[in-house]
């Protein structure tokens, strides 16, 4: 069974810091691009980072303008984890976060097909 696993989400202050981990198992997705994604209560699911490999060493990532600079993208391609490194957390933040798994890294909900169940987030001020 094909599956992504978020975990490390919770509880932090505005200015904190929190890092997400995505686990895959079921089959191995480390010639795709990993995405995450975040819904807030009442919105639609948005776009943050998403990364893939782009070379022997080398990996390619997008990010929304909204976590630029304060968010990082990365991937364990040995383990098949990506994680989100959130700093300088804001309560505009706050939301679950989604894991998924795509053939690119586009911003585009549509274009991941594999999705993990999502792990909460809750920047306080």
């Known amino acids: 069974q094909v599956q992504l696993v978020e975990s490390g989400g919770g509880l932090a202050q505005a200015g904190g810091s929190l890092r997400l981990s995505c686990a895959a198992s079921?089959?191995?997705?480390?010639?795709?691009?990993m995405g995450w994604f975040r819904q807030a209560p009442g919105k639609e699911r948005e776009f943050v980072a998403a990364?893939?490999?782009?070379?022997?060493?080398?990996?390619?990532?997008n990010y929304a303008d909204s976590v630029k600079g304060r968010f990082t993208i990365t991937r364990d391609n040995a383990n098949d984890t990506v994680f989100l490194q959130m700093n300088s957390l804001k309560p505009e933040d706050t939301a679950v976060y989604y894991c998924?798994?795509?053939?690119?890294?586009?911003?585009?909900?549509?274009?991941?097909?594999?999705w993990g169940q999502g792990t909460q987030v809750t920047v306080s001020s």
């Open positions: 990364i893939i490999r782009s070379g022997t060493n080398y990996f390619s990532a």
């Open positions: 079921g089959r191995s997705f480390r010639n795709y691009g």
């Open positions: 998924a798994a795509g053939l690119s890294i586009t911003a585009r909900v549509q274009g991941y097909g594999v």
